[in-house]
């Protein structure tokens, strides 16, 4: 496969035509515990499926996420400018996930740095999922010039925490995507403390935090030691935005 995928992308480099060439032979080999040449994946193509198509179902989308965060590093440092991993594509819109589960995958696709390839029927869709696919904030996560892709840092109270440096950088800090996705089933909006620190976020005066899925709420200011708490609902997800404080403001944390 590495070599047939190599000569197809020779073959379309010579036309000179600007062509994005997404290869799937990871997707081949890695169910059958065969670990991909990456480092030739990152020569030859722009974007691969890694791991088992997506299907229009929750439990789907968990159990790619949980072989992505199982493998993340070995699979993130390949990722970058021009050469993508893609856990497949974007079921928003469809039939199988709730608005709540929406979010969530939107969220954890940028995080992941994932190409963002809609699968949903656009005269059809649903105007409250039309507006996850179009969040601005959250495709500017995923389009982050850094081209980081993001990693699973924290497991607690079944939900799982996710981060991605992405600029601005103040003071020599990055700013951080965050990103949630419950694993839980109960029937609440389920109230999650944290620290910044847990998520090793460390820049000395504190950051400043939004809500991406709700930016019309005021942003936080809170040091890395400050406790917060978020509340994700059942199979939710939801992203923030730290961006580091920068010292001239550190009084008004």
């Not at 600007?18 to 020569?43: D, M, T």
Request: aromatic letters at 10%; proline letters at 6%; a negative charge.
């Amino acid at each position: 496969m590495e070599e047939g995928y190599a000569k197809m992308g020779n073959y379309l480099n010579a036309t000179g035509r600007p062509i994005v060439f997404s290869c799937s032979w990871p997707a081949y080999q890695e169910p059958l515990h065969i670990k991909s040449n990456y480092s030739k994946l990152v020569e030859t193509c722009n974007l691969w499926r890694n791991w088992d198509d997506i299907d229009d179902a929750w439990s789907n989308v968990t159990s790619i996420l949980k072989w992505f965060s199982d493998n993340q590093e070995r699979l993130a440092p390949f990722s970058g400018p021009g050469h993508w991993n893609d856990p497949d594509m974007l079921i928003i819109g469809n039939f199988g996930l709730s608005y709540e589960q929406s979010k969530a995958q939107m969220a954890i696709w940028a995080i992941m740095a994932a190409p963002l390839i809609m699968s949903v029927d656009l005269r059809t869709i649903e105007p409250k999922f039309k507006d996850v696919l179009l969040n601005k904030d959250i495709i500017a996560v995923n389009q982050d010039p850094l081209g980081k892709q993001g990693r699973l840092v924290l497991k607690k109270d079944k939900i799982d925490i996710w981060t991605k440096p992405v600029t601005p950088n103040v003071e020599g800090s990055d700013s951080f995507a965050i990103g949630f996705i419950s694993n839980r089933v109960d029937g609440y909006p389920y109230r999650l403390n944290f620290t910044l620190s847990d998520l090793d976020l460390s820049h000395d005066f504190g950051y400043i935090i939004r809500d991406l899925y709700e930016p019309s709420r005021n942003a936080t200011i809170a040091t890395v030691d400050e406790l917060l708490f978020i509340r994700v609902k059942p199979s939710g997800g939801s992203l923030l935005l730290a961006v580091p404080n920068p010292s001239a403001t550190v009084s008004e944390v």
